[in-house]
């Protein structure tokens, strides 16, 4: 049977709300009777947090928090390529239930959105918060009462999206939070353009990553990302670092995830994302079992109408053939949902 792209798309959203107690087959490794503890709490008690905020902010005054390396001294009012200010400003702060099944649960995922973004893709869901910079300008004393409040209505996680360029008060605001009660895992929802020394100051503060993995070409990421081509290699050598840090997902016996590298990586139209390339630079780099969500729905946006490329939306047999090469290269912690699409469109083939 022949599959429209309009059906693939009504079909992608029924499933997305079908599936959201989707059983999955994320493998359980908690260790029976051991508590957890969330790392920032022991890097606290180590008396190392203080020590990290400190030379994180120190960063502000010459900012290389990203691979743009701007140098601009943000403590003094002056803004680089992500026209970010030094205090955290925020977009929403609220239960998201459009995350992976592991961070939802049954009460969602706490999710922060921050204002403004050092890649700016031409195709971003979220352009007037990442390239308008649409939000609020908030004290780290705040952003501390929002990840209490978000703990206190029984979100598991505290997801923090477009990270890289407020990491400073994020690390702050949670050692802030941890002083009033947080315990929740930190979840760094990143787009992978990062820097290897940065990712170092967060090593013990993050427990689960979770970078995008946008494209394997040069070429396309500078075409769609603002000039970043040097994003597939830094950010392979990203992810790298946060596997080691943090290894493979690690769920507790609700399915909730506690700690853990989750790679995101969305299938765009003409195979412009090099899925191939990357499902086989998973599968060589990286355990099999990291937990990879193929996500089917790139949709266009803002001035992607503008690059023929990309100004479509992906069809139901280039989804599936990313799948199938998951499979070939041997990836066994596919993301549930991806799975169910594939299986549902097995079905009617
Ligand atoms: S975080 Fe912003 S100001 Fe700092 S280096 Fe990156 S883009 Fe430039």
Not at 4 to 32: C, Q, V
Not at 209 to 218: C, G, I, S
């Amino acid at each position: 049977m022949e599959i429209t792209r309009r059906d693939f798309i009504k079909d992608l959203l029924t499933l997305g709300g079908s599936l959201l107690f989707f059983p999955g087959s994320l493998k359980a490794e908690e260790k029976r009777g051991e508590a957890w503890h969330p790392a920032y709490e022991k890097l606290e008690k180590e008396g190392k947090l203080a020590q990290r905020v400190e030379q994180a902010y120190a960063i502000f005054e010459d900012c290389q928090l990203c691979p743009r390396m701007c140098g601009v001294n943000r403590q003094k009012g002056e803004r680089g390529f992500c026209r970010a200010p030094a205090r955290a400003m925020i977009f929403s702060a609220h239960p998201h239930f459009g995350e992976e099944i592991a961070l939802v649960g049954k009460n969602g995922s706490g999710t922060i959105f921050f204002s403004n973004c050092n890649l700016r893709c031409i195709f971003c869901q979220n352009w007037p918060i990442s390239h308008e910079g649409k939000g609020k300008v908030i004290q780290d004393e705040d952003l501390a009462d929002m990840m209490i409040y978000l703990q206190r209505i029984g979100c598991h996680n505290i997801n923090f999206v477009t990270p890289t360029h407020v990491m400073p008060n994020i690390i702050n605001a949670s050692r802030i939070a941890l002083k009033k009660g947080l315990r929740l895992p930190l979840v760094y929802n990143t787009s992978g353009y990062e820097r290897l020394e940065i990712l170092k100051i967060l090593d013990g503060i993050m427990d689960i990553y979770m970078p995008d993995m946008k494209y394997m070409d040069a070429d396309h990421a500078a075409k769609y990302s603002s000039g970043a081509s040097d994003y597939p290699e830094l950010a392979k050598k990203a992810i790298t670092e946060m596997n080691r840090q943090v290894g493979e997902l690690m769920i507790d016996k609700r399915g909730i995830a506690l700690r853990g590298l989750m790679i995101r990586h969305l299938v765009m139209p003409n195979r412009v994302a090099g899925t191939e390339k990357f499902v086989r630079w998973v599968a060589d780099t990286l355990p099999k079992s990291t937990y990879v969500n193929i996500m089917p729905q790139y949709r266009v946006e803002y001035k992607a109408f503008d690059y023929p490329k990309i100004a479509r939306g992906i069809t139901v047999q280039e989804f599936l053939e990313t799948m199938e090469w998951a499979e070939k290269y041997g990836l066994t912690n596919l993301d549930p949902q991806s799975v169910a699409v594939r299986n549902f469109y097995y079905k009617r083939r």
